[in-house]
Nanobody
Framework: QVQLVESGGGLVQAGGSLRLSCAAS????????MGWYRQAPGKQRELVAV???????NYADSVKGRFTISRDNDNNTVYLQMNSLKPEDTAVYYC?????????WGKGTLVTVSS
C-alpha cells in the first residue's frame, strides 16, 4: 500500500507564506508525476501545481508567480512553497502521486488565509 501524508497547513494572514510537504511511503517503486490540488468550501477540487519526475512544472494561472512546487525524489517528497497568500487561497490542499500509473491521494491539509 502507498500512503501520502501532507503537513504544513495552518492559519496565516494575507500576504504571508506557508510551505506544504507531502511524503509518500509504502510500496513505492517509481513515482511519476506529483502534484498539489485544492478544494475550497462549495467548490470543486482544482489543480494547483504539478511536477514530473524530471522536474517539469505546471501551475494554475491563479498561483503563478506566487507558488513554487518542488520535489525530493530520494525521499519521495513533494513541496509547495506558497507566498503572497490571499484569502481566496483558503482551501484544503491535497497531494497526489502517480505511481505505476495509479493515482494516490493524501487526506489533505487545511490552509486558511485571513484578510
Amino acid at each position: 500500500q502507498v500512503q501520502l501524508v501532507e503537513s504544513g497547513g495552518g492559519l496565516v494572514q494575507a500576504g504571508g507564506s506557508l510551505r506544504l510537504s507531502c511524503a509518500a511511503s509504502g510500496s513505492i517503486f517509481s513515482i511519476n508525476g506529483m502534484g498539489w490540488y485544492r478544494q475550497a468550501p462549495g467548490k470543486q477540487r482544482e489543480l494547483v501545481a504539478v511536477i514530473t519526475s524530471g522536474g517539469r512544472t505546471n501551475y494554475a494561472d491563479s498561483v503563478k508567480g506566487r507558488f513554487t512546487i518542488s520535489r525530493d525524489n530520494d525521499n519521495n517528497t513533494v513541496y509547495l512553497q506558497m507566498n503572497s497568500l490571499k484569502p481566496e487561497d483558503t482551501a484544503v490542499y491535497y497531494c497526489k502521486a502517480n505511481i505505476l500509473w495509479v493515482d494516490y491521494w493524501g487526506k489533505g491539509t487545511l490552509v486558511t488565509v485571513s484578510s
